[in-house]
């Protein structure tokens, strides 16, 4: 595959060899003894005793209760406690140096100049206190205090502050007394603020208010054994919503081509589900397990990382280095970031939004000649494989006399006699396609992409290209690389497909925002050219 992004992998390379290429993770762990002993009382007594109706009509009225609360994501926790600290140390420079003025000669002073310099230290500020790590979230649920650690991060915001102010000779214009009034509202405050925000991050963890990223847990009943919800939380932000159990007669029975249960189970249950990633839960010695199962995930565009087994956890917790260190093994990464795809969204909406306001127009005129021609519906509506796999309804003009969808589908060739008049110069001009702009919209569907096919298609050619699947691990387009490069309309031979099949692969290993508008401008240039259009 050009470009040498993911889906061609090198698959004859060993496991041990790809570990010694990931990306690892780190995430701090600081042991707190008694940080969740009402918690995990509850849990275990929730767990162990015997289910009744009233308890059930209780457990899901508190559940009711959970969900209908406002959830914070796990990811916005540390800023918020960067915008407190930010907050404290403005609020402190502009009090201080009108306190101290009117101390001084009974003027109120300039507080706007304080609120200027007090976002020059908390940025310092910030950068120490993040060095120190006091915006791990493990951090913040630590019991003890950590008012020195504060202390020291503050010392040394005010002590930048000094160094800036002689530097640019403005020390005149800033009177030592405000300074100090400064430092000592400041110190008082963060040490304060802080200890009451680790008090509502604390409840706010045990009411469930605080979610994470979702996942499914895959891996052996061993194993997954020794994982607890809240500990996934609060190491590494992540929000358990179901697991899958395989065993190793399961694991070792299987080959990356037969996609049944378990492996048929695992992508079922994630694509049936709102997970956002993949973690698998088995032991670092069996290499075959875990590269077998990481080869059937990899027609899933979510990230697959690896846990610790119960004898590297083990290891780990033994470590003298305070914080200790957990590590997560990342075997494989999402094609499109999340800011990426955001991006990408971004550009979808406008560019859809903008060509049906132009189009409408000529969209209506097209469904009138469509409608004229005969009674048969105006829109053509098939089912389609998107993002992740999950099929979608995709929305045509109608330009043949049959409807064909689900297992009977059969590929437009030149000079088809089901095409309709109509419909053959809707065909070549590409109009048909217009109301895809909807999809888009709706978010089944982006501008560029690869295009999707007819499910039949797909379990097809499935079969017979390598990597086919992972044309689905972003959303199919309107237009996309391999039609801008001639491959459009019907494929009647294998070759073909393959070809587009690799254009389609490049463009997600390569992709950025310059290439979707490049091939959104080219697609202008193609349609006027009328390549392979019938």
């Known amino acids: 595959m050009p470009g040498g992004g993911f889906g061609a992998q090198d698959r004859t390379k060993s496991l041990s060899k ?40 209780s457990t ?42 009117l101390a001084l000669d009974g003027s109120c002073g300039d507080a706007r100049f304080y609120i200027g310099l007090g976002l020059v230290v908390s940025l310092a500020h910030v950068f120490a206190a993040h060095c120190f790590g006091l915006y791990r979230l ?72 605080i979610r994470g990223r979702r996942v499914i847990l895959v891996g052996t009943q061993n194993e997954l054994g020794q994982v607890k919800g809240h500990d996934l939380l609060v190491a590494f932000g992540l929000d358990e919503i179901g697991r899958v159990v395989v065993s190793h007669a399961d694991a070792a029975s299987h080959t990356s081509e037969r996609l049944k249960p378990p492996a048929g189970t695992i992508l079922e249950r994630v694509r049936e589900s709102s997970a956002e990633e993949v973690i698998l839960a088995l032991s670092w010695s069996r290499l075959d397990d875990i590269e077998l199962l990481l080869n059937q995930l990899r027609v899933i565009p979510l990230p697959v990382r690896l846990l610790p087994d119960h004898s590297v956890s083990s290891i780990l917790r033994r470590q003298t280095s305070m914080p200790q260190r957990i590590y997560m093994v990342e075997l494989q990464r999402s094609p499109l970031s999340g800011l990426e795809r955001s991006i990408k969204r971004i550009l979808d909406v406008a560019v859809a939004a903008t060509c049906l306001i132009v189009l409408m127009p000529v969209l209506l005129l097209a469904a009138l000649a469509v409608k004229l021609e005969s009674r048969r519906p105006v829109i053509f509506r098939q089912r389609r494989h998107g993002f992740n796999g999950k099929s979608f309804e995709i929305y045509k003009l109608r330009t043949m006399t049959v409807l064909e969808d689900g297992m009977a589908v059969s590929q437009a060739r030149q000079g088809d006699p089901r095409v309709t008049r109509v419909g053959r110069f809707l065909r070549e001009t590409s109009l048909d396609e217009l ?69 389609d692969l490049w463009y997600i290993a390569n992709w950025s925002l310059a290439l979707d508008i490049y091939v959104i401008i080219k697609t202008f240039s193609e349609l006027i050219r009328r390549r392979n259009a019938y």
């Open 18 to 57: 790809h570990y010694v290429y990931v990306k690892y993770h780190i995430y701090e762990i600081k042991p707190v003894i008694c940080r969740y002993c009402c918690f995990m009382a509850r849990c275990h007594v929730t767990h162990l005793s015997e289910p009744t109706s009233s308890l059930d009509e």
């Open 60 to 101: 899901s009225s508190q559940e009711g209760q959970i969900s209908s609360r406002v959830s914070v994501p796990f990811g916005v926790v540390e800023p918020l406690f960067v915008a407190a600290d930010i907050t404290v140390i403005v609020g402190a420079g502009a009090l201080g140096g009108v306190l101290y003025q």
């Open 138 to 209: 493990n951090e913040m649920l630590a019991g003890e205090q950590d008012d020195g650690r504060v202390w020291t991060s503050w010392s040394i915001a005010i002590l930048v502050l000094v160094v800036i102010l002689f530097l640019f000779k403005a020390g005149a214009q800033v009177s030592r007394g405000s300074i100090v009034c400064w430092f000592g509202l400041g110190a008082v405050g963060l040490a304060l603020s802080r200890r009451l925000a680790k008090r509502r991050l604390r409840s706010a963890l045990m009411g469930g208010a």
């Open 435 to 503: 109301p895809q702009l909807w999809n888009v919209l709706e978010g089944h569907m982006s501008i560029v992409g690869p295009r999707p096919h007819a499910l039949i298609h797909d379990y097809e050619y499935g079969k017979m290209i390598a990597n086919y699947a992972f044309r689905h691990h972003v959303k199919p387009g309107i237009t996309g690389w391999a039609q801008v490069h001639g491959f459009r309309g019907g494929t009647p031979r294998l070759e073909l497909m393959e070809q587009r099949i690799t254009l």
